[in-house]
Nanobody, 123 residues
Framework: QVQLVESGGGLVQAGDSLRLSCAASGLTFSTHTVGWFRQAPGKEREFVAS?????????????EYADSVKGRFTISRDNDENTVYLQMNSLKPEDTAVYYCARRMSPTKYDLWGQGTQVTVSS
């Protein structure tokens, strides 16, 4: 069964750090660009970060970030573990949301999503 499973969310205080994991099964994660998204209560889902597939000949940035998280969040991947991570530092209350990882099938489409993991940052 092809699926993505997020983990690592929790309740933290402002300024703390968390590392989210997105573990893939049933597919070779390294051959896909993977993104992290988040959705806060009452808001639309928004892009957080993405990392291009391994071995991509793309000459641009291999990682991309939303302006709101640049310098604080880092996306990475461990191909041996078939997992993508999101290291989140200097967390702010406005980072509170359900975080989802997703596989990108085309430049404009993410087709496989995890169930999400809740991140709550208290002030």
């Amino acid at each position: 069964q092809v699926q993505l499973v997020e983990s690592g969310g929790g309740l933290v205080q402002a300024g703390d750090s968390l590392r989210l994991s997105c573990a893939a099964s049933g597919l070779t994660f390294s051959t896909h660009t993977v993104g992290w998204f988040r959705q806060a209560p009452g808001k639309e889902r928004e892009f957080v970060a993405s990392i291009r597939r391994s071995g991509d000949t793309w000459t641009g940035l291999s990682e991309e970030y939303a302006d709101s998280v640049k310098g604080r969040f880092t996306i990475s991947r461990d191909n041996d573990e078939n997992t993508v991570y999101l290291q989140m530092n200097s967390l702010k209350p406005e980072d509170t949301a359900v975080y989802y990882c997703a596989r990108r099938m085309s430049p404009t489409k993410y087709d496989l999503w995890g169930q999400g993991t809740q991140v709550t940052v208290s002030s």
